[in-house]
């Protein structure tokens, strides 16, 4: 342990967990005590390495699709980031039974992207190809949406008729990237329509708020997600656009030395998918330096809960009653 400059820690709250999240991991947890092991789940159930490997030591079996591997009537679980009707259709003909913990947020993606289908309108998905997100959102109206990923796509775009357009989002997006694509639409298409509300999630834009306010004073701020975390990964861009030092770590160990060089406020987030256990240890690892001012950065309060999967409420009550 060499000696260190670093004098306070701010942590940026809201941080971790939103309640998709919560949700997902809780239902993958509670059907292995309902059904006992295995339980199968197609993709990660979330974007965070220790919360798969948690749940894979419990005795959830991950696969990358619904495959032999998961024997038939097995119990089968959806992740929180949604899955196309494609893949409902396959679980059917293959007779598993399904558990579906995508985030009510963004199965309100997908009921936008089938209602502005149905209109004729062509679908034009803000988001990041290849995310899992992504794939399902496409999945519900394959022949309706084109997905663009910068201001360039939108200046590249055509469309059958300019006039029935319409745009929606991934839900783990930069705010400002996104009204940045979205107001380039507006100018391209002045009859776009779009959702009610805002696709972006609000766990993903009051976390963006908090680091956004909290990266001008620090000297380095540290994101807590995984690599494939596409709402951490915008917490890190946040936090640099500002011109604040900023990484990406999955665990504490993962600090390296000649970050903290001279470094005397660092600054403590953590994406969606993150649980608060690993910000405790990151803050350990700071005080076992001689860290000793701690401080929350509280831009806002969350009260957002969602319910877990009907099943899962019918079995749990069916099981306490008995």
């Known amino acids: 342990m ?3 400059t670093v004098e306070k820690l701010l942590l940026a709250a809201p941080r971790g967990y939103c309640a998709g999240v919560d949700r997902a991991v809780q239902t993958v947890e509670r059907a292995l005590e309902l059904y006992g092991a295995p339980v199968y789940v197609r993709k990660e159930i979330v974007h965070n390495k220790h919360v798969v490997e948690e749940l894979r030591a419990k005795g959830a079996v991950f696969v990358e699709e619904l495959d032999d591997s998961i024997p038939e009537s097995a119990i089968t679980i959806f992740s929180a980031h949604g899955v196309s009707p494609a893949v409902h259709a396959d679980a059917e003909r293959r007779q598993l039974q399904t558990i579906d913990a995508t985030c009510p947020l963004v199965t309100k993606v997908h009921r936008e992207a089938v209602k502005f289908a149905s209109e004729g309108y062509t679908i034009v998905l803000v988001g990041h190809a290849g995310h899992e997100e992504v794939e399902g959102t496409m999945g519900e109206a394959p022949d309706h949406i084109v ?12 469309v059958d008729d300019p006039d029935r357009v319409a745009y929606i989002s991934q839900t783990t997006l930069s705010v400002d990237e996104t009204r940045a694509i979205i107001n380039r639409l507006r100018e391209k298409f002045p009859n776009i329509t779009g959702p009610r509300t805002d696709d972006i999630c609000y766990a993903t834009t009051n976390r963006q708020a908090a680091v956004k306010q909290m990266a001008p004073l620090c000297d380095l701020v540290l994101v807590i997600g995984s690599k494939n975390s596409s709402n951490s ?19 504490e160990d993962q600090v390296r030395e000649e970050w903290l060089e001279g470094k005397h406020v660092v600054g403590i987030s953590s994406g969606a998918s993150a649980p608060e256990e690993l910000v405790e ?8 330096r001689g860290v000793q001012q701690v401080e929350e950065f509280e831009v806002l309060r969350e009260d957002v809960r969602f319910m877990l999967p009907k099943r899962i409420r019918q079995d749990a009550a069916a099981a306490a009653s008995a």
């Open 281 to 288: 240890r990151l803050v350990g690892f700071f005080r076992d």
């Open 147 to 158: 997905l663009v990923e910068t201001e360039a796509d939108v200046d590249a775009l055509e």
């Open 233 to 251: 990964n915008r917490l890190v861009q946040v936090a640099q656009e500002l011109g604040t030092e900023a990484y990406l770590i999955d665990r």
């Open 2 to 4: 060499s000696a260190t």
